[in-house]
């Protein structure tokens, strides 16, 4: 029925025309229309209503109407009969807002009435102020003949209606609240996760933000209202605006969909691929606002769907592994998946352009965002809940804390600039003050006048990170006025962000107090024992004086002898007590300084000549108590005294050697006393074994009163080898 004889041609494909009766409301123009492809893009009007073109004109279906992308432009043709005897006014829709240039060639009389609208032409010029492409049609009675070309750089299908006054008011009043309603919902969305956002610094809700807000630019420039209203005198940048939201939206999706599953910890390869996808999605943006055209257009569309199935296999892995955000993820974002799915497969031409598929784009975000809000509001719900978790954790931890620092036995406070910030319950005991007179106080007004300066640079030096000694000592005054020593620990912390010093303070006015007391007890004793020898000295003067007065009566020198050697002994006896009473050390003697005093004192009691016999000492610093001093000084009195009354007999000049060394031997630790002269020596007749003089006697009995041993060597004079262990 569509083959028709023309005058000329021979047989002609023509479809049946549109009839209008007096019923008629709209009706789809594919059944009735004729289509031809015009690969160069050159063809007018007039050429292709002629041959050799006529005859390429094929009858359309819902199919092939369906293009995909095109290189040109394509040709419909449709016949409109008017049964009425009057005029028809009509409508004719192009559900198809974003296609480049949509032209129309309506027979007349006279030739073809031209009317042009796209997102090429400025949307003022466009025939009706429509967010589709519309044109006005005043149809005469009888049959009118149509062309039209369409040429875009994005995907095109032909969904062409003519439609009665009626149909197309109904229509377009029904349209825009539903898509108004969609928009309002998703920058609801927009704004409640913004807040979100600002109150929780989370980036899954940020990357969902800057989705959205890319997806509802993406959707009002495929339904037109963004031309319409944003930018109805840019058509350059209505010609991109297409692509670049289409990758916009596509990046946030994909950063959306790397938070949210988290995969760089859950899936980390298939992270990599997402991350290079990302990068070549912002690339393409970029490119999409300085170039035009097909290539653009499809980079972003074949894009999106590689985006779609890699996020979708990324989802099901993170499903597989258990993880709970992937559950609400998943079920979600299945719904905009599908849909975006059957728009981006509706637009490559692999599904039909009917009303389910143009608006599956907007039923799957308009179902995504619903269940993202059941999703965010369980999120909302499990952050509420950890948060209460965490707050319980605090409340036991701070509840713990402040049981160990209330019954601490150590006064704890904290100091931030030298005023207090936090004290515990026995900082106000030893204080006597109440919290409120304690707390946000300058420490400084507790602590005594004389120790302020002394706690100031510490304070100081411990802030400024300087070494300073973590103990000290110093005193508080009491609200009572009563003086309390202290015994501080401090070290350094941050407090509310700031620098600060944690105290622990004890109170050691007690202890003190003892110490006092026993530094007292001390000197008392120290003068005691000074007296002591003080005493024991004056009294061995006192018998060294009544020897010298009773050798005044003697006659005989060997009994005078006897006296001076008595004397001698007494004398160094009495030099110790007088060493230890004039010493700070009342219980050791330095037996250096000691020796020097005692070899003085014999030259000068036997009135040995000046540079007749010569004192060589060699002592170390050695320091001896007093029951080893004295045993010690007796053994060198009667050795010296021997050699200066027998060594250098006929004023014969000498040398007299004198060494003390600490060493270290077998049995432990000790002495090495060496005393000796190089003079005449021991006499032949004197047993150095069992001698019958009472000085070698003596020298032998105090050895043995040391715990120590005795040689005595006559090679080249007499010398005294003493060794005795240190006596603790």
Known sequence: RDLVRSRGLGDVYKRQPVHMGPSFYKEALVP???????????????????????????????????????????????TLRNDARVPRELYLKLSLPWIDRAELFVSTEKGYRYTAAGDSIPFTQWPVRDRNIVFRLSVPPGETICYMRFETASTLSLPLVVMSPEAYESNRWLEFPLLWGLYGALLAMVAYNLFLYMLLRDRNYLYYILFIASLVLYMATRHGTSFMYLWPGHPAWANKALPFFLLLSGLWFIQFARSFLETARTVPRVDRVLKTIVALTALGACLALFVTGTAVDRFAVYGALAALAVVTAAALLVLRKGERSAKIYFLGWVFLLVGAGVDLLRGVALLPDVELTRYALNLGATLQVIIFSFGIAERITGLQKERARAMEALSASEEKYRTLVENAIEVIFVTQDLMIKFENTNALKASGFSSEEVHSRPFLDFVHPDDRETMVERFRKRVSGEPVSNYFHFRIISKTGEVRWMEI??????????????????DITERKLAEERLRESLTEKEVLLKEIHHRVKNNMQIVSSLLSLQMDFIKNEEDRDIFVESQNRVHTMALIHEKLYQSHDLVNINFGEYLENLVNSLMHSYQVSPGAVRIVSRVDDIFLSIDVAIPCALIINEIISNSLKHAFPEGRAGEITISMEREEAEKGEGYLLSVGDNGVGLAPSVDRETPRTLGIQLIRTLVRQLRGAVEIQTEGGTRYVITFPVLR
């Open 32 to 78: 009735f229309m004729e289509i031809m492809t015009d690969p160069g893009g050159r063809l007018t009007v007039p050429e292709v209503s002629a041959p050799p073109h006529l005859s390429r004109f094929y009858g359309a279906t819902g199919e092939n109407t369906n293009f995909s992308y095109i290189d040109g432009a394509v040709w419909a043709r449709f």
């Open 489 to 506: 620990s401090a070290v350094s912390i941050q407090w509310e962000g700031k620098p600060a010093v944690l105290n622990f303070m004890n």
